[in-house]
């Protein structure tokens, strides 16, 4: 008995699951065509009069409403997503196409910008809408949400894209495939140029973008230190060296010039003087400071230390060089391109022209005890104590003889009247003139015409650029106008 009813129970329970199962063997399946139809509770998709577990996007009419539904295996589903038929991606809302929708959707993977209710997979670019329930500007891709960091454009510029959509409260450095650019508030800033920071370094950006092609020293501010910065590519390089760009040499201490740097630097085996942190490639000097722990006087030729043996000069005189420093232990002669030089605790005591100058001063006379020789050549006045054959040097000076085309003239003269100043009122006024030859004197370089020489107004020796005139220091004018008497003889050559 009981096996009996167990039995027709499952018969029972068989075909109710091929009643629900597999309705289009109800016997109203005969009559069904191609669209929706409510079976056994459900909507279902049937192909000509077949029941076909699709899913897609398919036309038919639900509750007396005809449009484009979602199916699922089949049945009408009402949920909201992307689907997918022959036709493309459709945007449904509870299960059917809404064709008014804008905006964004989402199929089982990826999010896609829908137009009139369909995916529009030729979007690019950025596009407002609202996505996992963010409501921001979207970076598209062929229709998709690509949620990656790039640089993107609409109709009112370039901006930054974070996780796939516009973060307008970034500043710094984005890229895309065209380079990498500067956003400010989201936004690229094609009026910046500077430097800017990223994750991998600090870099130089021209009219908004990463300029790799810059390479050299630009001034901005990098870590809060405004400065001139060394640039490789586009990158700021924190290293310490010498650097040469646009004929500028200069010291950079941790990427920036040091410009309160002065001393001696050496760089690859080379020996630079630094002042203010650049070199001054053409400087000729002797300059004191520590070289290689060494404290000395060292020649610097072209902005750096010249390991020569040579006479050198500064403003302190000429000096014998050993080994790029000056040498005060040495006394004695010492021959330099010919010539015969006595140096005396490292300091020539008499050079070339001045020896030639005590040599050609032997063969004059003057009354007075004291012999004055003008080099026009050299621009140099000596003066002599003695007589003839017997004239030692007192004074060496640089002097400015007479412009090409207003010389001064050759000769032998004597020392005639004398003139504590002259010179036009309002342009110019001379100190401390002796006469030579009818106007031309030994006088002061130019000053103001003032009561008193304060302001000096040209005061260059050591070239001619005179009236004709021999001008010299304010302080050896006025030792000729105090201690050369009229008569003294004057050879200007």
């Known amino acids: 008995m009981k096996k009996g009813v167990i039995r027709s129970l499952v018969i029972l329970l068989l075909f109710v699951f091929i009643a629900v199962l597999i309705p289009e063997h109800d016997s109203e399946a005969a009559t069904r065509g191609t669209g929706m139809y409510f079976v056994s509770g459900k909507w279902r998709y049937y192909e000509n009069g077949t029941y076909t577990k699709i899913t897609s996007v398919v036309k038919g009419t ?46 089982s993977k990826v999010w896609l910008y829908c137009v009139n209710g369909k995916a529009n997979l030729n979007a690019n670019g950025l596009y407002m809408g609202t996505v996992d329930g963010v409501t921001a500007n979207w970076y598209v891709q062929n229709g998709k949400v690509k949620f990656i960091n790039t640089v993107a454009k609409n109709s009112s510029g370039w901006w930054a894209v974070r996780k796939g959509k516009v973060d307008y409260s970034f500043t710094g450095i984005c890229s895309n495939e065209y380079g990498s650019w500067y956003c400010k508030n989201g936004k690229v800033d094609f009026d910046y140029t500077g430097f800017a920071q990223c994750s991998s370094g600090w870099f130089f950006i021209k009219n908004g973008k990463v300029d790799t092609s810059f390479n050299g020293l630009y001034n901005g501010t990098v870590n809060g230190t405004n400065g001139r910065w060394y640039v490789v590519k586009g990158k700021v390089q924190f290293k310490t060296l010498i650097v040469d760009y646009a004929g500028d040499k200069a010291l950079v201490v941790k990427g920036v010039v040091k410009t309160t740097f002065n001393g001696f630097y050496t760089y ?37 230390v010249e390991y020569s043996t040579l006479l050198a000069s ?46 050609k001063a032997q063969n004059y006379y003057s009354k007075t005890g004291y012999l ?80 008193a020489p304060n302001v000096i107004i040209d005061g260059r020796l050591g070239q001619n650029n005179s009236h004709g005139c021999v001008r010299l220091a304010i302080e050896n004018a006025k030792w000729i106008y105090d201690n050369i008497s009229s008569g003294t003889k004057v050879v200007i050559y």
């Open 62 to 107: 639900v509750d007396g409403e005809s449009g484009w539904w979602y199916v699922r295996n089949g049945v009408l589903t009402r949920v909201t997503i992307v689907a997918k038929n022959e036709n493309g991606w459709f945007y449904c809302k509870n299960g059917k196409v809404d064709f008014t929708y804008k905006g964004f959707g989402k199929n």
């Open 268 to 304: 690859d085996g080379t020996t630079w003087y630094i002042e203010n942190g650049y070199v001054d490639t053409d400087r000729k000097d002797i300059i004191k400071g520590n070289v290689a722990g060494t404290t000395a006087w060292w020649f610097v030729n072209n902005g750096k």
């Open 372 to 451: 004055i020789l003008v080099d026009r050549e050299h621009s140099k006045v000596m003066v002599l104590k003695g007589s003839s054959y017997n004239w030692e040097r007192l004074y060496y000076w640089d002097c400015n003889c007479g412009a090409e085309e207003t010389e001064t003239p050759t000769g032998e003269f004597t020392v005639g009247i004398k003139l504590l100043y002259f010179g036009p009122e309002d342009e110019y006024r001379c100190w401390y003139a002796s006469q030579i030859y009818g106007d031309v004197l030994f006088h002061s370089v130019l000053y103001d015409p003032d009561d």
């Open 314 to 359: 500064n403003s302190n005189g000429t000096w014998y060089i050993r080994n790029g420093k000056v040498d005060f232990s040495f006394t004695g002669y010492y021959v330099y391109n010919g010539e015969r030089f006595y140096i005396e605790g490292g300091k020539v005591i008499r050079d070339g022209i001045e020896n030639a100058m005590i040599s």
